[in-house]
């Protein structure tokens, strides 16, 4: 099946700072989508973004398909953007609807 | 916003006991996934639904697992059996359609079992 690769697994910022997050996947998708976990476990939808470019806010989101990878941006962290990211893909190849996630970055942002 | 909502947000149960979790869906959606989170590990998928059978299955989702959409709004994941392993998060998730949609995921139910 797809593998799906997330770097860095760690990453501790201050406040303030930006940050990239990458998600390398092993083959086409029909749909990559960036979750952020917070500390109650909850997954909250950030981006639905299987090519292109999308921001939201601090957030930014870019996937280049033909390449298999994507990147999450954060500009000016700030300590609420703590918890893990995963990025998830449906692989090209599989029916209905079945995403497979990454191991996660885990961000700490500290004040 | 439409959101997928799920019940309880933590259940205990005992070793051997029968649990349910409950989901309601997006009410448009078609497609019903349920996933599991063991603590500190990555998202897993489980099962996903259509059209009132199971359509996807993982290793995981072994006999003593079960879903069912007893009515227009629920879907459920029955554990018959339940094992100390089974002990994680469940997400409930559902979509319009399969491929090319987003996938909505509830808050997550956190079962310890005990």
């Known amino acids: 099946g797809i593998q799906v690769e997330q770097s860095p697994p760690d990453l501790i910022l201050q406040e303030g700072a930006n940050s990239t997050l990458r998600c390398n996947f092993s083959d086409s998708v029909n749909n990559l989508q960036w979750f952020h976990q917070n500390p109650w476990g909850q997954l909250i939808n950030l981006f639905y973004?299987?090519?292109g470019t999308k921001q939201n806010g601090r957030l930014s989101a870019t996937t280049v398909a033909t390449e298999r990878y994507s990147l999450l941006y954060i500009s000016s962290s700030q300590t609420t953007d703590s918890g893990v990211y995963f990025c998830a893909v449906l692989s090209g190849g599989t029916s209905y609807g079945k995403l497979t996630f990454g191991q996660g970055t885990i961000l700490t942002v500290h004040p | 916003e439409p959101e997928v909502t799920q019940t309880p947000s933590h259940q205990v149960t005992q070793m051997g006991q029968e649990v349910i979790l409950r989901c309601v869906p997006i009410?448009?959606?078609?497609?019903f996934y349920w996933y599991r989170q063991i603590l500190g590990q990555k998202v897993e998928f489980l099962v996903s639904f259509y059209n009132n059978e199971i359509s996807e299955k993982s290793e995981i989702f072994d006999d003593q697992f079960s879903v069912e959409r007893p009515d227009g709004s629920n879907f459920t994941l029955k554990i018959r059996s339940t094992k100390l392993e089974d002990s994680a998060m469940y997400f409930c998730?559902?979509?319009?359609?399969?491929?090319?949609?987003?996938?909505?995921f509830g808050q997550g139910t956190r079962l310890t079992v005990v």
């Open positions: 998730a559902s979509s319009v359609e399969d491929k090319v949609t987003e996938a909505f």
């Open positions: 009410s448009n959606h078609l497609y």
């Open positions: 973004i299987p090519s």
